[in-house]
């Protein structure tokens, strides 16, 4: 299981910080993905930390421990959206995501 | 254009059956490991099954064991997605995604890494309702 808050809110050019927990997060990568309304989900940051190629550089992530953060720098209005966790379980062949968090910048 | 196309949702009675189907383009879809998720109106994003590029392997969620199918045919680059005995909470719009693939310079081969997956369809919407 992998726990979210259910939001966070931040003021543009301020960072937002979304937690990620999971007993499991020690043992297994996890990865982020930004969900617009009514859009796609789309991966921010793959293995922890990895950012894919055309995600901005003020996305970055991070562990330690049970627990994994997304960072946004310098927040834009732009980056509202739900936000997803998602990993493996022990075994590495059933995976979970966390509840989501919904991002507002404003 | 690297993408994956989702279709085969609609509306179907409570016990009834629907065959998803995703089908993939721009990329060597046999070399992937490959994902549905699903997404009920409102809610979060909940992993249903994944299976092998060779499907040799399957996994499935405990909420839909038993009563849905991945398969995959790579000659037509298509993954599909058999679901039976459908409830009410089976309504959600259905994503396909695919694994992540990595080169290794070093042993000249590729490799899965962690497991997640980097591409999503634009979903096919699965109602269950009498």
């Known amino acids: 299981e992998l726990t979210q808050p259910p939001s966070v809110s931040v003021s543009p050019g301020q960072t937002a910080r979304i937690p990620c927990s999971g007993d499991?997060?020690?043992?297994?990568?996890v990865y982020w993905y930004q969900q617009k309304s009514g859009q796609a989900p789309v991966l921010v940051i793959y293995?922890?930390?990895k950012q894919p190629s055309g995600i901005p550089e003020r996305f970055s992530g991070s562990t330690s421990g049970t627990v994994a953060t997304l960072t946004i720098s310098r927040a834009q209005v732009e980056d509202e959206a739900d936000y997803y966790c998602y990993s493996a379980d022990s075994n590495g062949n059933h995976w979970v995501f966390g509840g989501g968090t919904k991002l507002t910048v404003l | 254009e690297v993408q994956l196309v989702e279709s085969g949702g609609g509306l179907v009675q409570p016990g009834g059956s629907l065959r998803l189907s995703c089908a993939a383009s721009?990329?060597?879809?046999?070399?992937?490991?490959m994902t549905w998720v699903r997404q009920a109106p409102g809610k979060g994003l909940e992993w249903v099954a994944n299976?092998?590029?060779?499907?040799?392997?399957?996994y499935y969620a405990d909420s839909v064991r038993g009563r849905f199918t991945i398969s995959r045919d790579n000659a037509k680059n298509s993954l599909y997605l058999q679901m039976s005995s459908l409830r009410a909470e089976d309504t959600a719009v259905y994503y396909c995604?695919?694994?992540?693939?990595?080169?290794?310079?070093?042993?000249?081969?590729?490799?899965?890494?962690?497991?997640?997956?980097?591409?999503w369809g634009q979903g096919t919407l699965v109602s269950v309702s009498s």
């Open positions: 721009g990329f060597t879809f046999p070399r992937h490991w």
């Open positions: 499991v997060l020690p043992k297994r990568y």
């Open positions: 299976i092998k590029e060779d499907e040799s392997e399957k």
């Open positions: 995604a695919r694994g992540t693939l990595f080169w290794d310079s070093r042993s000249g081969k590729w490799y899965r890494g962690g497991g997640g997956v980097d591409l």
């Open positions: 293995e922890d930390s």
